[in-house]
């Protein structure tokens, strides 16, 4: 039996006919709040998967939830047809905690539509990448034309510390010709784009203790440091004066000839008026090529009823972003060599690992990128798409590249600029969804022209 050849306007009349279901199945992931950090109640990851796993088996995939120490992931799988390749989609399911909710416009697990656009943690990062997945399997309906495997992980917003003991438990199910990682975003809405580089992370905390126990601090300040000020200190050596980031032997990619006009981005991440960027070079290696450091929080006593008393321990998170050829590892080293060395006042510093993931640089030639950039253009009524670095980070992608090094690695998403992964008001743009899905559809009949060989 021979796989019916599907046409472009068969998948744009396809999709067009699945666009509701997808749709309405985004929205009951988006209730579920599936949060996999520390202190969290995991039975909604658990739920969260199930629903993932049902969603799956409906399009006639073997499914299987899997787990190896931490959050449940959900590996689908589908045999391919003789001689043609197989797929590894990726996207994940559990999503960010939401933060302050008084700055949410609406109730963050209810998805609501507000102009063309629909509101939700993980609306976007990452059940509409789930939803992509699904979309293209469904418009294919019985005669899906590609082999494919499903890999939705369950611990991705929380560094996945799981994932490199999981994939080589399930190293033999998940073997692919290609793999095309829904999970990062498009140029500008109606720009498409293929991300060519992620950074790697090193999350770490870094305690400095200057006393015993708190004292008054009319009585003893004057003479003794207080924590908080000293690790102030320390926190301001991380950068040196124009901004770049000063600890010594971080490795600092280069090269790309994007631009990003400074207007975009000012306006994009929300700027004060008059505040300045930070760092050198062009915006574009600043955002994607160099290393990082920003401070995500403090422990220290909150301003109202702060007492008049010098605080004797203080404690910061702190999140490294790294280029490609940055080994993680070695980062972290010269990170807590740093903080060491410099010690305010001999304060006692004291650095603990979180988590790390790894960089990926992406060689985006070869006919499964031609086969994706055609897809983008006619998802996108002709528009050429734009290959792209993201500063974010998606552990996946090293690891997996590593146990198969062989397979071609599409990274492509559903988020726009003004989505606001990560913060209050998440949201999805619905016209680029549609296109995003339509865009996989089409990929996945280009790849199975392309056949199984070569993979690049
Ligand atoms: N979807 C993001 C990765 C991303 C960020 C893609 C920005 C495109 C632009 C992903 O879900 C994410 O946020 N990852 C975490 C990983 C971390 C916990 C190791 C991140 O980058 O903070
Ligand atoms: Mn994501």
Sequence with gaps: MTTPIFTESDLRAAIDRELPGVRADLERLVRIPGIAFDGFDHSHVERSAEAVAELLRD????????????????IGTRPAPPGAPTVLLYAHHDVQPVGDL???????FEPVERNGRLYGRGAADDKAGIMAHVAALRAFGDALPVGVVLFIEGEEEYG??????????????????????????????????????LRGLVNCFVEVRTGSHAVHSGMFGGAVPDALTALSRLIATLHDEAGDVAVAGLVS??????????????????????????????????????????????????????????????????????????????????LVEHLEKNAPWGARVTVTFEHDGNPISIDATGPMFDAARDAFRTAWDGVDPVDMGVGGSIPFIATFQEMFPDAAILVTGVEDPDSRAHGPNESLHLGEFARVCLAEALLLAKVAEAGAEPAR
């Design 59 to 74: 399009c006639s995939l073997d499914v299987r939830i899997v787990r190896s120490g931490g959050q449940p992931a959900v």
């Design 102 to 108: 008084a700055l949410w416009e609406s109730d963050p």
């Design 160 to 197: 996945s510390d799981s994932l490199e003991q999981l994939l080589s438990e399930h190293r033999d199910v998940l073997a692919a010709d290609v793999m095309v990682i829904a999970d990062s975003g498009n140029w500008d809405v109606g720009v498409p784009a293929l991300t060519t580089s």
């Design 253 to 334: 990619d280069g090269g790309t000839t994007v631009d990003y006009p400074e207007d975009r981005l000012r306006q994009e991440a929300g700027m004060v008026d008059g505040v300045s960027l930070i760092g050198t070079g062009r915006l574009t290696e600043r955002i994607w090529l160099k290393p990082t450091m920003s401070v995500l929080g403090i422990d220290a006593p909150p301003t109202t009823g702060a007492p008049n008393a010098l605080v004797p321990v203080a404690k910061a998170k702190l999140s490294m972003r790294l280029p490609a050829g940055q080994d993680p590892k070695r980062a972290y080293a010269a």
